[in-house]
């Protein structure tokens, strides 16, 4: 038997698009596992219950090549049973599927040895209310989305430059339950523009994410970026070393995106945190702090964990000293400290990690920043990041789509592409100046809420070819 | 599903589809660890729909299900006709596709035993057997195994007549040992890092490991580099462990020849390609010594780029690359064949799933093998270091410039492995490097490596690659770079 509805359809513009499930319809799915589960034998079972409608218009050389939509809806299972705890997955909704997949997590939970950390399952949770579902977005069609794309596009035309990029939209739920009673669930809707303009041999990018569609300007992100993709046409080269860098956010955001598991309780307990032995001392700057807020008006994301605990507010940095630290149940009490609703989805290895970093910005602003420069790099964008040295926190990468030179408070050309390896610790000791924090989109790392940041002594190891 | 496959495409047709292709496929996929003596994830998982793509007004469509009703279907279908109607609102140019055959088959990738069929005690009994012998050497701190499992069924319909169901069954296993001390983490990873190899195998993978024999040296390594020297910032000979110049290949070569990059469809995210339509047939890429195949079919081995067909319905191929060192071709598909004066595509459209489009992948990029053997090849180098296991990669966006740590070196003096050494790196310019290979080693010890966590393409898509490599020796290499303190 069928227990979710098909999909329901209704009009809107040329065609059609899909509505999420409803609240109801939602707690219906989880209710039915529960009670399916009571007859396999599960001593508790816990339900989460994943739905997304996405859709994404992707363009090139100034015309959509690629324009797709997805629907999909999961239920994922884990039952635990005499200190035994596995999951398993389907995404079929019938009652025979959901009773197989409860099967299926109690038979990989009966195969494992008794886990002694493994914890009862939480009971009723309450919950501050988050709204972040923008009913403008999800009612966005491709025909929307193709509109503010030929815009951009036929800019770059009009301007000898050549665009290539993505308008999405879309909308998910996720809700959780369990047998002793906990339900939690949240939805939100989501739209991004992202645009790379070219101009041989140059190019450079702009990107905006947002919760509401009306946030994003596909106009104006496509004429900012195809100023400076104009503006690096004619590069210099110049010597790698260490050089004062003005980070515009997205650089930001990408570097200080691999600190967020370092922030894990089990990664310190684990010894493979930057933060062992660290704690408490003046490890950054002491205009650097640090928080995880779920609630923060430009934070989006569900504001319960895996198990269905509440996310708490944790500072993290406090004028550049690592204060606290992001706890599962499990890791809480190895730690004797309280869970503070970062947990992942049991069972699992990796135990917990702050997903909503917002950073505590300044007052400055990315001209005031060029303006108060000598000589330094005006970085757009870093690129392919990676982890040279994990207790230094050495990260290596590029620069990309937009590098230019500063000199005596202004810019006066663009320069070569370097790779860096800089240590994100010496970094966060180096920064002199700071826009206010704001939303931020880049490629490597998922949203947060950082500034811009002008830092001394960056340290850029080579050049490329162009 | 082929009823399905069918009715999708007669209602694409009915909406004014001039061409279109459907992919079913069901995903079945089975994740274990251990850490520390425990069992961290156990899981399994499947997800089973429908993707459907189109091309009408000119343009592409693309949308996808997982509610299998006749109904739901044809919603989808109609849906992906009027995305497309929507993409030709912005269409640059009408899409073309090159020809290809209709073909009716059915394949399933060879496997000895069914990972699936295997006991969990099993499995779970050696993950935790070998993080037992890690945890048992003095000064590890973090022990880590892993095993994963897939069986992928597809389903795949086209409006030109393909019929093709496909089977691939994938296994995966590694092991790897942390040790942290005196404010220096170092890590030691087998038979690869990043969760081990990965092939198109059963579980015969993952007992010709052989992770009981090899763990307790792996863990020795990890606690042993705090005291090795560490590696010396210098130009000098580099020699490539086949797990790290797979990698090489991968990210030097592999992405380059993308057709889709070097045509700036992925400029926005992934990059371009410094190899520009003028270089093919012209650019020296390598020395003479250097061939390189993108190679799909069985015959090359059991990869993560082996198949039958690709996700457009052509058949697997092997496409010379780089010959004697001259750059020879590109990865293409329907759309792009002819722009590379191609009057086929060279099979090299895959998806991640269901609710994905297909999109121009890496099949087996391999480096043939060469003529030395690899204890020739260490007593021919008077001065040298060799590096094993990746620890870290990176390279710009049109891959011209690239640095790449691993986790352990080794000094080569008067042709013997002397020393260990931590901290390893090197770096530098993609054809510069591909020029200064002056060895390879033999078939004995080329391996096709997988590649698993491959990313590409919006919205993101993870994809399995295969690179075959035996060890390889490269001149006047740049080494040392990233761990510099200047």
């Given at each position: ?55 994404l218009t992707r363009f090139a050389n100034n015309g959509i090549h690629q324009n797709v939509f ?72 491709p025909?929307?989305r193709a509109?503010?794309v030929r815009?951009a596009c036929d800019?770059a035309a009009r301007k000898g430059q050549v665009a290539a990029g993505i308008f ?26 992202s645009i790379t303009m070219q101009e041989d041999p140059a190019a ?25 993709a ?235 070819k162009f | 599903?082929?009823?399905?496959c069918t009715?999708a495409l007669d209602t694409a047709k009915l909406h004014g589809a001039s061409y279109g292709d459907v992919r079913a496929m ?25 993707g459907v793509r189109v091309l009408a007004s000119g343009a592409w469509g693309f949308a996808s ?12 279908a109609?849906q992906a006709v009027a995305i497309a109607k929507a993409s030709a609102l912005a269409k640059r140019s009408k899409v073309v596709l090159a020809p290809e055959k209709a073909y009716v088959d059915?394949w ?46 597809s389903w795949f319909e086209s409006s030109i007549g393909s019929r093709i169901h496909q ?82 290949i991968h990210e030097s070569i592999g992405h380059p020849i993308e057709l889709d990059r070097v045509l700036g469809q992925e400029a926005n995210f992934a990059g371009t390609s410094f190899l520009t339509l003028d270089q093919l047939n012209k650019l020296k890429y390598a020395?003479?010594?250097v061939n390189v195949v993108a190679d799909a079919r069985l015959d090359h081995?059991?990869g993560l780029g082996t198949f039958a067909y690709d996700d457009e319905g052509v058949p697997a191929q092997c496409t010379d690359i780089i010959k004697e060192g001259k750059f020879r071709g590109y990865l293409s598909n329907r759309e792009t064949a002819h722009l590379i004066g191609l009057d086929r595509s060279s099979g090299t459209m895959r998806t991640e799933s269901w609710n994905r489009l297909p999109i121009i992948r890496m099949t087996n990029v391999s480096l043939l ?26 390279i710009d966006d049109r891959r011209y ?29 993609t054809t510069?490097?591909w ?19 491959c990313g590409k393409g919006q919205p993101m898509q993870?994809m399995g690659t295969g690179h ?19």
């Amino acid at each position: 038997m069928t227990i979710a509805p098909s999909a329901r359809r209704k009009s809107g513009g040329k065609t059609e698009r899909a509505e999420l499930l409803s609240p109801r319809e939602l707690q219906g799915i989880i209710e039915t596992v529960l009670r399916l589960a009571k007859s396999t034998g599960a001593a508790e079972t816990e339900v989460h219950v994943d739905e997304v409608a996405d859709a994404l218009t992707r363009f090139a050389n100034n015309g959509i090549h690629q324009n797709v939509f997805e629907r999909v809806v999961t239920v994922s299972i884990r039952a635990a049973t005499g200190g035994r705890t596995a999951r398993a997955t389907t995404n079929r909704l019938d009652e025979d599927s959901l009773r197989a997949t409860i099967e299926a997590s109690l038979s990989l939970a009966h195969s494992r040895p008794r886990d002694p950390r493994l914890l009862a399952m939480p009971g009723k949770q309450r919950y501050h209310t988050v709204s972040r579902f923008v009913r403008a977005t999800a009612a966005v069609t491709p025909e929307d989305r193709a509109r503010a794309v030929r815009i951009a596009c036929d800019l770059a035309a009009r301007k000898g430059q050549v665009a290539a990029g993505i308008f999405s939209s879309g909308m998910s739920q996720t809700a959780v339950g369990n047998s002793r009673g906990l339900f939690a669930a949240y939805n939100e809707t989501h739209s991004q523009f992202s645009i790379t303009m070219q101009e041989d041999p140059a190019a450079s990018w702009a990107k905006a994410d947002s919760p509401d569609v009306r946030d994003i300007r596909p106009q104006k992100l496509a004429k900012r970026a195809g100023e400076k993709a104009h503006l690096a046409v004619k590069t210099k080269e110049l010597a790698p070393g260490r050089h004062t860098v003005i980070l515009e956010p997205a650089a930001v955001l990408d570097l200080v995106g691999f600190l967020f598991y370092d922030f894990a309780a089990t990664a310190v307990q684990d010894q493979r945190s930057c933060l062992n032995h660290r704690m408490g001392k003046q490890l950054f700057g002491k205009n650097i702090s640090i928080v995880d807020d779920v609630f923060h008006p430009l934070q989006k994301g569900a504001p319960f964990d895996g198990e269905g605990i509440p996310r708490q507010k944790v500072l993290l940095v406090d004028k550049g000293v690592p204060k606290d630290l992001v706890y599962s149940r499990t890791s809480a009490k190895a730690a004797r400290k309280k869970p503070t609703g970062h947990g992942f989805a049991l069972p699992n290895e990796y135990g917990e990690a702050p997903m909503n970093l917002v950073f505590i910005g300044g007052d400055s602003s990315v001209e005031k920043m060029v303006a108060s420069t000598d000589r330094g790099l005006l970085v757009t964008r870093l690129w392919y990041i990676r982890e040279v040295d994990p207790y230094e926190k050495v990260m290596t990468g590029m620069t990309r789509d937009g590098l230019f030179l500063v000199e005596n408070g202004k810019v006066t050309s663009a320069v070569k592409n370097f790779r860096f390896n800089q240590s994100l610790i010496d970094m966060l000791k180096n920064v002199e100046l700071m826009t206010p924090a704001a939303r931020t989109t880049g490629e490597e790392s998922f949203e947060m809420v950082v500034p811009a940041m002008k830092v001394r002594d960056f340290h850029f190891s080579e050049v490329t070819k162009f | 599903m082929w009823d399905l496959c069918t009715n999708a495409l007669d209602t694409a047709k009915l909406h004014g589809a001039s061409y279109g292709d459907v992919r079913a496929m069901h995903l079945r996929q089975r994740d274990l660890t251990a850490k520390n003596g425990q069992v961290g994830t156990l899981a399994q998982s499947e997800s089973i729909g429908i993707g459907v793509r189109v091309l009408a007004s000119g343009a592409w469509g693309f949308a996808s299900t997982d509610r299998l009703t006749r109904e739901s279907v044809a919603a989808c279908a109609a849906q992906a006709v009027a995305i497309a109607k929507a993409s030709a609102l912005a269409k640059r140019s009408k899409v073309v596709l090159a020809p290809e055959k209709a073909y009716v088959d059915s394949w399933q990738s060879p496997f000895r035993k069914d990972p699936f069929e295997i006991p969990l005690e099993t499995q779970l009994a050696l993950l935790l057997a070998a993080d037992g012998e890690m945890r048992k050497v003095k000064g590890v701190t973090l022990t880590e195994t892993n095993m994963q499992f897939r069986k992928i069924d597809s389903w795949f319909e086209s409006s030109i007549g393909s019929r093709i169901h496909q089977r691939k069954v994938i296994s995966g296993c590694g092991i790897a040992a942390t040790s942290f001390q005196g404010g220096e983490i170092q890590k030691r990873s087998y038979p690869n890092s990043f969760g081990g190899q990965h092939a198109l195998e059963g579980y015969e993978l993952v007992e010709s490991l052989g992770l009981m024999k090899q763990a307790e040296r792996v863990a020795e390594e990890a606690a042993a580099l705090h005291a090795a020297a560490p590696c010396p910032e210098k130009f000098g000979t580099l020699i490539l462990a086949g797990n790290q110049l797979g990698l090489q290949i991968h990210e030097s070569i592999g992405h380059p020849i993308e057709l889709d990059r070097v045509l700036g469809q992925e400029a926005n995210f992934a990059g371009t390609s410094f190899l520009t339509l003028d270089q093919l047939n012209k650019l020296k890429y390598a020395s003479t010594i250097v061939n390189v195949v993108a190679d799909a079919r069985l015959d090359h081995g059991r990869g993560l780029g082996t198949f039958a067909y690709d996700d457009e319905g052509v058949p697997a191929q092997c496409t010379d690359i780089i010959k004697e060192g001259k750059f020879r071709g590109y990865l293409s598909n329907r759309e792009t064949a002819h722009l590379i004066g191609l009057d086929r595509s060279s099979g090299t459209m895959r998806t991640e799933s269901w609710n994905r489009l297909p999109i121009i992948r890496m099949t087996n990029v391999s480096l043939l093998p060469g003529s030395w053997d690899y204890d020739d090849l260490l007593a021919d180098t008077p001065d040298g270091i060799l590096m094993d296991t990746n620890r870290s990669w990176s390279i710009d966006d049109r891959r011209y410039q690239f640095q790449f740590s691993t986790e352990v070196g080794w000094e080569i003096k008067g042709g013997k492995k002397v020393r260990m050494l931590k901290n390893p790196s090197y770096s530098g310019i993609t054809t510069e490097f591909w020029n200064s290979c002056d060895a390879i080693c033999k078939f004995d010890d080329w391996t096709l490596w997988g590649t698993p966590n491959c990313g590409k393409g919006q919205p993101m898509q993870t994809m399995g690659t295969g690179h075959g490599a035996a060890p390889a020796r490269f001149r006047n290499v740049r080494i040392g770079t990233a761990f510099s303190k200047q």
